[in-house]
């Protein structure tokens, strides 16, 4: 009888009535009857599986082990028998009949009554198959070597419950398992190859199932789980197979050395697991027959062969998350990082949110546009009138009697305040002048408390810059926050068989590595990790693993950091390798000082950034000497940190400018001109803040203008600047400067065409040589008394080798 679950109940009208159905009890009985088809139709085939031309103890095994389990699958015994009768005749009904309606007794009243372990099911098990088959014998003639066929049956009777007993549970058991043990997998495959051997006798033409299906799982384990798999599955069906009939061992060899070809050639894919088979077969046959006789033939193997190449790979993978063992280990362990690495995702992203709505949230308070509005002149009306109307003898005359009149004159005086900042004679009301008689005292309080709304107003100005800068602040963290969370969330993937190409080409060069770590990113870059020794700084990583590495990878590769890590547990030296960019860039620089002094206005800086970038920046701070080079300093200083971080381009500067508007009353005013060239791709990315003019200088000699119209960084909170984008090639140039240099010329009218002929005449290749003789010529045009601070930076983009 099916359990009763209760999972979904539904209603339904039944005479007027609503009655409740157990939808659960049908879904349960549903999926009840499709397992006991399942079973019943496994018990058939094993029902069928004989030994020794007409022993059939497989089927009895099966049904002990499933009635020890549950009553219910009593039924199972229906589709033994009918797969005994069809594999030796109606005769067997009264030895293996008998032997199932004994088990079924046996089990029936003894299964409440005791505990049944495997040992005591296999013992009843075979007890019950040895006295059916004397209660057989005794209606028909008993010989000495019937006698030694009884026990030898019940024998493998009792093996095979023990057998049964680490494959039904598999196969009955609802739980996602993950790996089997050895026991459980060499069991499975051991059923497999009985359930195959019910098999004989059918056929399709003149070819039969058993070859077939055992060729195939031959093949299907050997491909997921290696030569040793192979070899032991090949084993173990040629043994079951070779059983069922009083025929030639050699079976068992040409399937154990088929399917050890077959593992041997598994990492060619389908096809050379498939053509491993084939081989093995071929020269076995060979060997033993001269080629007179097949005993596999050549027919069966390519129907084998065929569904296996249209297995689809969700079989495949699914088999070998069970067949590999190793391979199931690393599932259970790729399976465990990917939900930490979601864990870690799904909370980075919601810090990522938390930083953008308080960035929104401090962004949401609106910039007051006015300097007073209708609200803050009545205040300063009232706190006038209450300091200086309401003890003058005329306060009832001129608030009472002439309200709006007097009102009107106050805002009008106010509003000469806020266009002019000082309170005109000729713009006071002619009625005022006329009825106050303390005008004086009345103008100089509107005076004072005006200052006073002034500088509050300054204030709120203030307040509101500091709250855009933290909410422009919070912004860049919750983008840099996401950024990390997408990083840890990208795909990577293993690459072992690389990993094992590196071991063994560093143990033919006679390096000694501890581990070996290939990885492929979503992006396709691939990295390697290296664990070694360490050298103490003897540049082994440079001089012997990179060119190694390089030649399995078949491309250059190079340490990413240039500074030695160790371990702190195992003191190992641990490093990373990446692909070699394309492109690299050298910066020479010529810098000069306003009359030849010793501080120069101007800054600078070229930094390698994150994957594979380089950046240049020039910063002119306004004026020149020490000033001029405080300000231009700290811009550098702040950019080269905020870009270090993670910080983008337009992030880091909108940071930098509302720093330099809040860092003091004093204007702090600098130009900033960022080029950041991307060494895998060759483009070159421009952002120009009041700068002056950068220029390209092609191979060819092509010299291309980048012109900037934005102002200054630090003069307004927020700001406009200009970006623009190039391709770079072998060869190029990038050549960026100060004002100072720009402005040599004073015999043309357009600053830069100068500039272009100096770069057009210079046959250099050498960036410091380019630097050095602009500097030199544009010195010579100030006749060497310099004007302003000069800086010229000259980068030259090549290809690496």
């Known amino acids: 009888m099916i359990e009763k679950y ?125 006295l059916s088959g004397m209660f057989y014998g005794i209606f028909s003639d008993l010989y000495l070597y019937d006698l030694f066929m009884i026990g030898f049956e019940s024998v493998v009777t009792f093996v095979f419950v023990y057998i049964l007993s680490y494959a039904v549970p598999v196969a009955l058991q609802k739980t996602n398992r993950k790996i089997l043990s050895n026991e459980e997998l060499i069991c499975i495959a051991i059923t497999a190859a009985v359930l195959i051997s019910g098999f004989a006798d059918l056929s399709i033409g003149d070819y039969g199932l058993k070859n077939i299906l055992g060729i195939l799982l031959t093949l299907i384990f050997a491909y997921n789980g290696g030569a040793s798999v192979g070899a032991s599955v090949g084993v173990t069906i040629g043994i079951i197979t070779s059983m069922s009939t009083i025929g030639t061992p050699t079976v068992i060899g040409i399937y154990a050395f088929s399917g050890l070809l077959a593992g041997i050639f598994k990492d060619l894919g389908k096809l050379g697991s498939s053509m491993g088979m084939i081989m093995g077969n071929a020269i076995l046959t060979f060997y033993i027959n001269g080629s007179t006789e097949v005993i596999l033939q050549f027919e069966e193997i390519i129907i084998a062969f065929g569904i296996f190449m249209i297995l689809p790979k969700s079989i495949l993978g699914y088999a070998e998350k069970y067949v590999n063992a190793q391979g199931g280990a690393v599932q259970i362990e790729k399976t465990y990082s990917e939900r930490i690495r979601r864990i870690t995702h799904d909370r980075l992203k919601e810090f990522s949110q938390a930083f953008s709505e308080l960035a929104v949230t401090y962004g949401q308070v609106l910039e007051k546009d006015k300097l007073i509005d209708q609200e803050e002149i009545a205040g300063i009306i009232d706190q006038v009138v209450n300091k200086v109307c309401s003890k003058c003898g ?4 001129c608030w009472k009697n002439g309200f709006y009149s007097s009102y009107n004159d106050l805002v009008e005086i106010i509003a000469v305040l806020e266009s002019s900042g000082r309170i005109k004679e000729d713009k006071i009301p002619t009625i005022l002048k006329k009825r106050c008689i303390r005008l004086e005292i009345l103008l100089q309080a509107v005076y004072d408390q005006f200052e006073v709304y002034k500088i509050h107003y300054k204030w709120e100005r203030k307040l509101f810059e500091s709250r855009q800068l933290v909410a ?30 590196m071991y063994v080409a560093f143990d033919k060069a006679g390096v000694a590595v501890k581990k070996v770590t290939v990885f492929e990113k979503e992006n396709g870059k691939m990295e390697v990790d290296i664990e070694k020794r360490a050298c103490y700084d003897r540049k082994q990583c440079d001089e012997k693993i990179a060119p190694i590495v390089s030649q399995v990878m078949g491309t250059s590769f190079v340490r990413k950091h240039q500074l030695c890590a160790t371990d702190d547990h195992t003191e190992n030296c641990v490093f990373k390798l990446v692909a070699a960019e394309k492109y690299r860039a050298s910066t020479g620089v010529a810098r000069a000082a306003k009359d030849n002094h010793y501080i120069c206005g101007d800054s600078y800086t070229m930094m390698a950034l994150q994957d594979g970038k380089y950046m240049i920046a020039l910063s002119d701070g306004m004026g020149s000497g020490e000033k001029a080079a405080k300000e231009s300093t700290t811009t550098i200083t702040l950019l080269e940190q905020l870009l270090e971080a993670g910080f983008d381009q337009e992030t880091a500067i909108k940071t930098i400018n509302s720093i330099l508007v809040l860092k003091s009353s004093d204007e702090i005013f600098s130009t900033i001109d960022l080029s950041i060239v991307d060494l895998y791709t060759g483009r070159l990315d421009c952002i120009k803040i009041g700068a002056a003019s950068s220029f390209i200088k092609r191979a060819n000699g092509e010299v291309e203008i980048i012109k900037s119209t934005s102002l200054p960084i630090g003069i307004l909170s927020k700001i406009d600047f200009d970006s623009f984008g190039k391709k770079l090639g072998k060869g190029d140039f990038i050549i960026m400067m100060s004002d100072g240099i720009l402005d040599a010329d004073k015999q043309t009218d357009i600053k830069e065409s100068w500039i272009v002929g100096a770069l057009q005449s210079i046959h250099s290749r050498n960036p410091q040589t380019i630097a050095d003789e602009l500097m030199n010529m544009a010195i010579k045009k100030y006749e060497d008394k310099l004007e302003d601070d000069m800086t010229v930076l000259v980068t030259k983009v090549w290809e690496s080798k």
């Open 6 to 130: 209760e999972l979904m109940p539904y209603k339904r009208k039944e005479n007027g009535q609503t009655k409740a159905i157990l939808g659960g009890k049908r879904i349960e009985s549903f999926y009840g009857t499709k397992q006991l088809i399942l079973l019943s139709i496994i018990g058939f085939l094993l029902g069928r599986a004989s030994i020794l031309d007409g022993l059939v103890p497989f089927g009895i095994a099966y049904f002990s082990v499933l009635l020890a389990k549950e009553r219910k699958n009593a039924f199972v015994g229906i589709g033994v028998v009918v797969g005994t009768i069809t594999a030796i005749g109606a005769e067997a009904l009264m030895k293996y009949g008998f032997a199932l309606a004994l088990s079924w007794v046996v089990f029936y009243v003894i299964k409440d009554k005791m505990h049944l372990n495997v040992l005591k099911t296999a013992l009843i098990s075979g007890i019950t198959m040895f």
């Open 394 to 397: 005329m306060c009832r005359s």
């Open 472 to 501: 422009e602040q919070f912004q860049g963290v919750s983008e840099i926050i996401h950024r990390l969370g997408k990083e840890i969330s990208m795909e990577v993937h293993f690459k072992t068989d690389i990993e094992d190409a």
